[in-house]
């Protein structure tokens, strides 16, 4: 099985290599947001203030059509986004690229503000009412009624479903299960079985349940949240402004070494966070519009404007909380006692060590994939009462950090014996391996929130945020699919598709949350692309209804 999971992760390497890694997908997901902000005119900027009174109800209007208002259209699209990429996500793009990393979430959270009130836009001015008696939207509708590209709204829905499972179920419930095992030691299949039996009641009773859940939950958990991240914040105040002049100084010329951080390029920060960006706000990715077609609004633009409030939200308030609790609280610089995933694992041949300048240099590059004569080491491992006898002839890099302190291990007592490793992974699968490296995801999150003034009960509201976060996003991600699911196959699929959603939650519990994270990245890329290029296609009609909006005097 981890051969076969390895081989799995590989295969999805190679993938997001050539999507959401690649080069040209941030200029792409940035561009199109830097084109309509332009070409709209900043509406992220001049109608922000319109679009909070439209969310106080200001404008509503007796009988207007839709299933929900616009608050639980807002909290639904929020539970969708405000899950373990605010939590886990930004602990991943600052583990990965450093500090710089944050500000190029921010930049994409601000373009997506434009890119999120297009998307919401066209879709919902292209609802239908669907079989089952609800309202229906999403890119897909405007792709096939609009764009008459039936084949692209095809692809789109697919990509959708296979989303929701990258996306919505598979990341939301590992990071749930590790969180509350780290916390309380409560088994992960005993969180997955409890859960997934929590989520099939809830998505059973459609969009009415599914918006009334999560306009209780997003509120109550975003302000546990925040208290809790300033908490940290103000406990570590010296640090706040040291932390904010990383972020910029850093923004166009990557991290240097500091720890057991080896650096990042500026390409590979704004990369990470780019890609990060886009996994927490989901702007550009067609997932929103779902959620804001079942709204009650007969203008499109109004819904639309109610949107632009997510990236706002999601990434620039709560991502920014979750970014400098880490990094005022130096956990991201810093090697913890943890166990090694096998996906994050490389045994190097040679003594390499982090406090040797040629040697971060070298292993540097190697991990950031440019020229380097480091090799994987092949060989044997002789082990006595857990510790290696010949550690002088490889080195452990574990999650991107020289590892130290290294245990072998199986079935919990100390291993003795020899292992085989083969082009830098090792063969003996029942093997566990501690040792003190970098975390990353909910793992230096957590352990970030417990540097404030509520100590290790820090941990607590991480764990109760990943929890409610992550469980809104499982539920708001169902209706993602199950609307995909009618546009494909009609009514009759949609308990089908729950059923096995329900199971796939249940099994990415206890999965390797570094395959899942990687899952997700390939997910949205291949539900991105088609969005993209249809709402750019449609940039003329985008800027006239908007212009019909604005010449209804009442909307003034």
């Avoid at 009624?145 to 084949?151: A, D, F, G, P």
């Avoid at 009641?201 to 546990?224: C, D, E, Y």
């Avoid at 809790?228 to 406990?235: F, K, Q």
Wanted: glycine share 10%; proline share 3%.
């Amino acid at each position: 099985m981890g051969v076969s999971l390895e081989s799995f992760n590989n295969i999805l390497l190679s993938l997001d290599g050539m999507l959401g890694s690649a080069w040209w997908f941030p200029y792409l997901l940035l561009g199109v947001g830097v084109f309509f902000t332009l070409y709209l005119g900043f509406p992220q900027l001049r109608y922000f203030g319109h679009a909070i009174k439209i969310l106080q109800g200001k404008y509503d209007k007796p009988g207007d059509p839709g299933d929900t208002s616009h608050f639980q259209a807002l909290s639904t699209a929020l539970s969708g986004t405000v899950g373990t990429g605010n939590i886990g996500g930004v602990g991943l793009a600052i583990f990965l690229g450093g500090p710089a990393a944050l500000f190029w979430m921010w930049v994409t959270a601000f373009l997506g503000m434009t890119t999120k009130f297009v998307e919401v836009t066209l879709s919902h001015k292209y609802r239908i009412k669907a079989a089952d008696g609800y309202y229906a939207g999403g890119p897909m509708f405007y792709m096939e009624r609009r764009l008459n590209m039936k084949w692209l709204a095809v692809m789109f829905a697919i990509a959708t479903v296979i989303c929701s499972f990258g996306t919505g179920s598979l990341p939301q419930v590992n990071n749930i299960a590790q969180a509350m095992h780290d916390t309380f030691g409560i088994n992960k299949a005993l969180t997955g079985g409890v859960l997934a039996i929590l989520l099939g009641l809830v998505i059973i009773g459609g969009i009415s349940r599914i918006a009334k859940v999560t306009s209780t939950i997003v509120p109550v958990m975003a302000v546990i949240y925040v208290i809790g991240a300033l908490a940290v914040i103000l406990y570590n105040y010296e640090n706040i402004i040291p932390s904010f002049v990383a972020v910029f100084s850093d923004a166009f010329n990557g991290s240097s070494a500091v720890g057991g951080f080896l650096g990042a390029s500026f390409a590979y920060a704004f990369n990470r966070g780019v890609n990060r960006g886009l996994f927490s706000n989901e702007a550009g990715q067609g997932s929103a519009p779902i959620a804001h077609a079942a709204a009650r609004a007969d203008e499109p633009v109004s819904e639309g404007m109610v949107s632009l409030l997510e990236p706002f939200i999601d990434t620039i308030i709560i991502c920014t909380l979750t970014g400098l609790v880490i990094l005022s609280s130096g956990a991201w610089t810093e090697k913890h006692m943890n166990r090694f995933e096998r996906a994050d694992l490389v045994a190097l041949a040679g003594d390499y060590t982090d406090e040797n300048p040629e040697h971060v240099a070298q292993l540097f590059n190697f991990l950031s994939g440019g020229e380097s004569k480091i090799e994987r080491f092949t060989g044997t491992i002789v082990v006595a009462d857990g510790r290696a006898l010949n550690e002088d002839e490889y080195t452990l890099i574990n999650a991107r950090s020289v590892a130290e302190d290294v245990v072998y291990r199986v079935a919990g007592d100390d291993f003795s014996g020899t292992l085989k490793v083969v082009d830098g992974r090792f063969l003996n699968e029942d093997i566990n391996i501690w040792g003190n490296s970098l975390v990353h995801s909910v793992a230096l999150t957590n352990i970030a929130f417990q540097r404030g003034f509520f100590g290790d009960y820090g941990s607590l509201i991480v764990t109760l945020g990943i929890l409610m976060f992550a469980f809104s996003t499982a539920i708001a991600w169902s209706y993602y699919g199950d609307r995909s699911m009618i546009y494909l196959f009609g009514p009759k699929s949609v308990m089908p598709y729950r059923l096995v959603y329900v199971v796939a939650f249940f099994w990415a519990a206890i999965e390797d949350t570094t395959v899942i994270w990687n899952l997700s990245a390939v997910a949205i890329v291949i539900m991105t692309l088609p969005n993209l290029f249809g709402i750019t296609i449609l940039a003329r009609e985008m800027k006239d209804t908007v212009k019909e909006y604005w010449s209804d005097p009442s909307h003034k």
